[in-house]
């Protein structure tokens, strides 16, 4: 959260701005963003907007760490015992606290929002179609990031368990001064979802300049995730009707948004043609990278680096069991690399690499860009809302389209498990399996190529909420850690 430098210490500064492109800025801290001055044209607007992409790109945003953390939280990556490089070696062994962690992400999700108070407050600007699709944008952006630090810091919703321990909310304009205590977590989806319905309400413009963008389509994938995350009185029709505008949105022969075929789906993921990779119909929100210097999550920190079979840091593999689970006739098996000589040998068994994230496209090394939102959640999204709304037969129908689609095997119902089964197999290694888990209050184990003393976690274990880190605890006297921290 880096409370000390958002909340605190921030240095404003006087807003000398010229006409910004459209693409990603140079990464710029947030104590350079002139948060205190008034906007003088909608330019100035796009530079904070485009601020906020940046902030939430970083090595500890989306650009690495919420998706690594996703996986290493979970039954779905172990770190190999070949590597001595000791990054993200903690959190693998599930041996974390609130002095000793990786985690960095809580101070990304809370720059971005900093930023998007900015945009979102203004008065100075007229609010002209352009203005209100930039405070939108800020308004999904802010929404994601509450939602993201949400579920790293705070317990599930429907766990009924510390409810009172949500994420401070900070909606108003900077104050040096503030020391946020934590809103509960009740306070903060309603403002999440009161951010994403209010963007849907004022913006006009449904297609992004390109899908390093938030749209009104990434707010009403997030709803329905939203909704199936918060659970409470008439929230799964919620979700499936909002998964439901998403699928439908896609059959308009205007729309930027379309699922991707079995045909394209390995070089959506794989091809180092940036024509073909990024920017993509099933693409919602990704973060973009370029060759720039802070353009990019580069040699140490990018998600290659760590899961590829040719980065400088590999250590991340699946276990052999997850992937003995796909059918030779599941295109998503081709994703994975399970023989030749990078394979680690200590391993027992041994595991396998993903191909997901290639190490150089045509713009360079480390440019790949990374998809955060894809427009295939929705279709797993309803049928996990219709599982929930009991409808299990309307459920099995739609996750067995889904898997006969990937070529993967059907299931005899549309049992929670099995829905739970086929979101893995759709969004391993995209940082998804932690929260499906902790959405459902279900537990993992670690069955095999287990290197710590922790293999088994219930799904009310105090792992599936991150400790507020100690600094926090020092600077903030309003800031209460989790229970058993």
Aim: glycine share 6%.
């Amino acid at each position: 959260m880096k409370l000390e430098k958002i909340f605190i210490s921030i240095l404003v500064g006087a807003l000398t701005l010229s006409s910004c492109s459209e693409e990603r800025l140079n990464e710029m801290p947030v104590d350079q963003f002139p948060l205190n001055t008034p906007l003088a044209t909608e330019s100035d607007m796009e530079f904070l907007v485009n601020g906020i992409y940046d902030q939430y790109s970083t090595a500890a945003g989306f650009g690495t760490d919420v998706l690594v953390f996703g996986d290493l939280i979970s039954d779905n990556v172990f770190i190999t015992s070949q590597n001595t490089d000791v990054a993200y070696r903690t959190t693998g062994f599930l041996n974390w606290s609130a002095d000793i962690s990786d985690f960095g992400m809580l101070d990304e999700f809370y720059d971005g929002i900093v930023l998007a108070n900015a945009v979102i407050n203004d008065t100075s600007l007229k609010e002209t179609p352009a203005v209100l699709n930039y405070k939108g944008e800020a308004r999904i952006a802010r929404a994601l990031g509450y939602f993201y630090a949400l579920n790293f810091y705070s317990p599930n919703p429907t766990s009924g368990t510390n409810l009172e321990y949500g994420v401070p909310l900070n909606l108003g304009n900077y104050n040096a001064d503030s020391q946020l205590p934590r809103a509960t977590v009740a306070e903060v989806y309603d403002v999440i979802i009161s951010d994403l319905t209010t963007a849907l309400s004022i913006m006009t413009k449904e297609a992004p300049t390109n899908k390093g963008h938030l749209s009104p389509t990434a707010a009403r994938l997030l709803l329905s995730r939203v909704y199936l995350t918060r659970g409470a009185a008439g929230d799964y029709q919620k979700a499936l009707d909002y998964a439901n505008l998403v699928i439908n949105s896609a059959a308009s022969s205007s729309s930027k948004f379309k699922f991707v075929s079995k045909a394209d789906y390995v070089t959506y993921f794989t091809s180092p043609n940036i024509g073909e990779s990024e920017n993509q119909p099933e693409t919602v929100w990704e973060i973009n990278m370029n060759s720039a210097v802070g353009e990019n999550t580069g040699v140490n920190n990018s998600l290659s680096v760590f899961y590829a079979s040719n980065g400088g840091k590999k250590r991340f593999l699946f276990q052999k069991s997850f992937y003995d689970a796909f059918p030779a006739s599941d295109v998503r098996k081709e994703l994975f690399l399970a023989t030749g000589s990078t394979i680690p040998t200590q391993d027992e068994p041994r595991g396998v690499w993903t191909k997901k994230y290639i190490r150089a496209t045509s713009e360079g090394n480390f440019t790949q860009n990374v998809k955060v939102l894809r427009m295939s959640e929705a279709y797993l999204n309803k049928a996990e809302a219709l599982n929930k709304l009991g409808n299990l037969p309307a459920a099995l129908i739609e996750l067995n389209a889904f898997a006969t689609e990937r070529g993967g095997t059907t299931y005899a119902s549309g049992s929670l498990e099995n829905i739970l089964t086929e979101r893995r197999k759709e969004f391993f290694a995209e940082g998804q399996r932690f929260f499906d888990l902790k959405r459902n209050n279900l537990g993992f184990s670690k069955t095999s190529n287990c290197y710590s003393i922790v293999c088994e976690v219930p799904g009310n274990d105090k792992l599936f909420v991150i400790p507020m880190p100690l600094r926090e605890m020092n600077i903030n006297q309003n800031m209460k850690q989790y229970p058993g921290w």
